[in-house]
């Protein structure tokens, strides 16, 4: 086994960690074998390929690289460092399994510098950097390399193998007490793993779609952000961290490349939609691999990704959660990440509201579909995003204020979707005798909105016992669909109250062959039809009534009910969804979307093979068998932020603050 040249200085102790300090670029090449026999299928990211150079420029500044393959670091709790078990001069190779709750159990460099000097760097330097890659090149005798001498692992599901033990060199068996893998499931590691994506040796994503007889894959052969998510996740309840840290860190480089349509450059945060490897001639006959992202200027409408960003921050904090590896989120150059992306959401501007303001397609409904606004979608994974941020940015002078940002936002945006996207029957009771034209800060119907924009599906289609987030609010304008993606994040990061996410819940149990049918979910409901259809899409020929975006069945919104259900102690629901898919996927070839109101047909431009189809499917299975390891994905309810009001209209005395005014019980 290979072991890892340091450079630079080390100022940590434990030797999973080296430093790297540069002013000039350094230029590595990297050769990479990762072996894992955590289940009955071997992953294995080893390539025989001819190697190929991987120049690459760091900041000035110091960066953290956590090798934890490559040794056995066991907290020290009483000094808060690491050190390294070894027997018998050889290195014992451990990937963490537990996830730990103690962030001062992580061992990092401080990172605590100024924030608003190190942005400032970052920007002017950060342009076209190269992706990193780490050489290995001295063969460490004191390593244990070996298939003779390999160690196993004992992960968490207790499965069979064999390990030498520690300290009399003795073999021992460990009983399994994992069921066997079903051959669906085989099937589906299978596709994940061969899906992967090699970057200099190193797994860095998964492509979009793996179908063999797709001779156009247009872009369904890149990395997607979002589509990269469930495969994350089934790698890391896997107990395959490597894959989802590359990721995250070249998705970080690559935002800081620069992105221009038509001489315009949006701002520094925007995270890619996608991006690709390819491989490219230089002067001295090598190749060279290179990452090419697409910021939006090559997708259909040249629209910027929003969610991107969102899901980034979102996946680093569950990394974190999953391998106990918050040293990831402490780095400097991933703080700065946060940062960026936080600046551009919570830039001025002149929206009246605290939600997000979005082009149409911004999002997973990345075609014309009428959610231009405020789409639910991104509300929810703003407030996640938010969250999240909360929990992993380092609090110090440079970034207090940010943080107190966070917080406002928290409490203005929880009680802005509380109280005006949700609708029950009793609220639709209230919209249908509103008043209009109303002029005060007290009004009820503060957006104007008309009771005849009420539909008359959703008249009888709304049960007793439920309801759910409306897919939009502007002013005089609501969208009464139901966006499954939208209400699922909402009960798993808590955006919604505890009731309203049981009754979310109820109502997809209550409206079953509406929004689930014969393949779980609808990605909305209900379709656009007939002349709505014509105006809304503009006639859009693969957004046809019932079908892709406008109707269709995406079996990845799979793990996200599983989530959502596993969270409200709904489980039978996500066991009930997971059966009806396992029927079908592997018969159909894993497709992207189903078609029709029922769900019954595969797409009719439905790519087959498709990963996150795959990813989605596993990820449910996984969690289901790990509730402590899905309760890390979820959010509780943050009571905090729904005890004050940051308007501070209240100690003014002019104005009454319309929190105030609400009817709403927003506190149950």
Known sequence: MNTISIIGNSTVKPSCRFLISTKNPVFFKRHHSLTSNLSGNQFNFYKTKQFLTCPFRILGFKTIFNESRKSFCVPNISSGQSRLIARDSRAVSVVASVASQFRELSTSVETRVNDKNFERIFVQNGISVKPLVVERIDNDENVLGDEESRLGVLVDDGESVNREDLDGGQGVEIVSTKREESDIEKEAWKLLNDAVVMYCGSPVGTVAANDPGDKMPLNYDQVFVRDFVPSALAFLLRGEGEIVKNFLLHALQLQSWEKTVDCYSPGQGLMPASFKVRTVPLDDNKLEEVLDP????????????????????????????????????????????????????????????????????????????????????????????????????????????????????????????????????????????????????????????????????????????GGYLIGNLQPAHMDFRFFT????????????????????????????????????????????????????????????????????????????????????????????????????????????????????????????????????????????????????????????????????????????????????????
């Open 294 to 465: 697409d910021f939006g200027e090559s997708a259909i409408g040249r629209v910027a990704p929003v969610d991107s960003g969102l899901w980034w921050i979102i996946l680093l904090r569950a990394y974190g959660k999953l391998t106990g590896d918050y040293a990831l989120q402490e780095r400097v150059d991933v703080q700065t990440g946060i940062k960026l992306i936080l600046n551009l959401c919570l830039a001025d501007g002149f929206d009246m509201f605290p939600s997000l303001l979005v082009t149409d397609g911004s999002c997973m409904i990345d075609r014309r579909m009428g959610i231009h606004g405020h789409p639910l979608e991104i509300q929810a994974l703003f407030y996640s995003a938010l969250r999240s941020s909360r929990e992993m940015l380092v609090v110090n002078d440079g970034s207090k204020n940010l943080v107190r940002a966070i917080n406002n936002r928290l409490s203005a945006l929880s009680f802005h979707i509380r109280e005006y996207y949700w609708v029950d029957m009793r609220k639709i009771n209230e919209i249908y005798r509103y008043k209009t034209e109303e002029y005060s800060t007290e009004a009820t119907n503060k957006f104007n909105i008309y009771p005849e924009q009420i539909p008359s599906w959703l008249m009888d289609w709304i049960p007793e016992e």
């Open 485 to 668: 993606l939208g209400n699922l994040w909402s009960v798993v990061s808590s955006l919604g109250t505890p009731k309203q996410n049981e009754a979310i819940l109820n109502l997809i149990e209550s409206k079953w062959d509406d929004l689930v049918g014969n393949m779980p979910l609808k990605i909305c409901y209900p379709a656009l039809e007939s002349e709505d259809w014509r105006i809304i899409t503009g006639s859009d020929p693969k957004n046809t009534p019932w079908s892709y975006h406008n109707g269709g069945s995406w079996p990845t919104l799979l793990w996200q009910f599983t989530l959502a259900c596993m969270k409200m102690d709904r489980m039978e629901l996500a066991q009930k969804a997971i059966a009806l898919a396992e029927k079908r996927l592997q018969v159909d070839h894993w497709p992207e979307y189903y078609d029709t109101r029922s769900g019954k047909f595969i797409g009719k431009q439905s790519r087959l093979y498709q990963t996150w189809t795959v990813a989605g499917f596993l990820t449910s299975k996984v969690l289901l068998e790990n509730p402590e390891k899905a309760s890390l994905l979820f959010w509780d309810e943050d009571y905090d932020l729904l005890e004050f009001c940051v308007c501070g209209l209240n100690t003014s005395g002019r104005k009454r603050c319309s929190r105030v005014a609400a009817r709403s019980q927003i506190l149950v």
